[in-house]
């Protein structure tokens, strides 16, 4: 059973930093397609940053783009997701997720909230 577990949220102040984590148990993260998703009241989920497969390139939104890092330890079979400059618009539920064996799972997530 493939579990996904997010950390590293919390109250930031406006231009401040956090680094999420997603840790995986029960399959193997590299070489697959993984990301980072968020969500606010009222609005879909949205894609934050991808590693797309074996090649390991990246894709951000336009939003986070320059500000957010997405990266993964392959020992650690943890995925991660360095956010700096944080705005309020950041404000969210982060997800991680990954497509892993034909099937696509999802953390619980992990609230951000960025606010002075």
């Known amino acids: 059973q493939v579990r996904l577990v997010e950390s590293g949220g919390g109250l930031v102040q406006p231009g401040g930093s956090l680094r999420l984590s997603c840790a995986a148990s029960g399959g193997v993260l590299s070489n697959n397609l993984m990301g980072w998703y968020r969500q606010t009241p009222g609005k879909q989920r949205e894609m934050v940053a991808l590693i797309i497969g074996s090649g390991g390139g990246t894709q951000y939104a336009a939003s986070v783009k320059g500000r957010f890092t997405i990266s993964e330890d392959r020992a650690q079979n943890t995925m991660y997701l360095q956010m700096n400059s944080l705005k309020p618009e950041d404000t969210a539920v982060y997800y991680c997720?990954?497509?892993?064996?034909?099937?696509?799972?999802w953390g619980q997530g992990t609230q951000v909230t960025v606010s002075s």
């Open positions: 997720n990954a497509y892993l064996s034909n099937n696509i799972y």
